[in-house]
Nanobody, 121 residues
Framework: QVQLVESGGGLVQAGGSLKLSCAAS????????MGWYRQAPGKQRELVAG???????NYADSVKGRFTISRDNAKNTLYLQMNSLKPEDTGVYYC???????????????WGQGTQVTVSS
């Protein structure tokens, strides 16, 4: 019903930058929030940044001032600009969409397949 496709991950040296994209498609009636989560080896998945339909953003303390989340509502695309990357930013980054596929269905969470980000020291 809802497909999320991430792109933009890769290998970068510490201090470098990457920009992740997440294209949402399918039967989307409304979007409540979108966000980026990451999961490092041996750790739980954590919220990196989120954005509401109205454009309100929130960030994990560890990325504030370095990462910027944005969305293009017309294209149903989510972005994450990551600057001043650190080795501890390494992990699989997942795109999340919380929304409805029809007006009669409750909101649900949808996930992309993830994209690997590796920051070398």
């Amino acid at each position: 019903q809802v497909q999320l496709v991430e792109s933009g991950g890769g290998l970068v040296q510490a201090g470098g930058s990457l920009k992740l994209s997440c294209a949402a498609s399918g039967s989307i009636f409304s979007i409540n929030t979108m966000g980026w989560y990451r999961q490092a080896p041996g750790k739980q998945r954590e919220l990196v940044a989120g954005i509401t339909s109205g454009g309100i953003t929130n960030y994990a303390d560890s990325v504030k001032g370095r990462f910027t989340i944005s969305r293009d509502n017309a294209k149903n695309t989510l972005y994450l600009q990551m600057n001043s990357l650190k080795p501890e930013d390494t992990g699989v980054y997942y795109c999340n969409l919380n929304g409805k596929v029809t007006v009669f269905r409750p909101r649900n969470d949808y996930w992309g397949q993830g994209t690997q980000v590796t920051v070398s020291s």
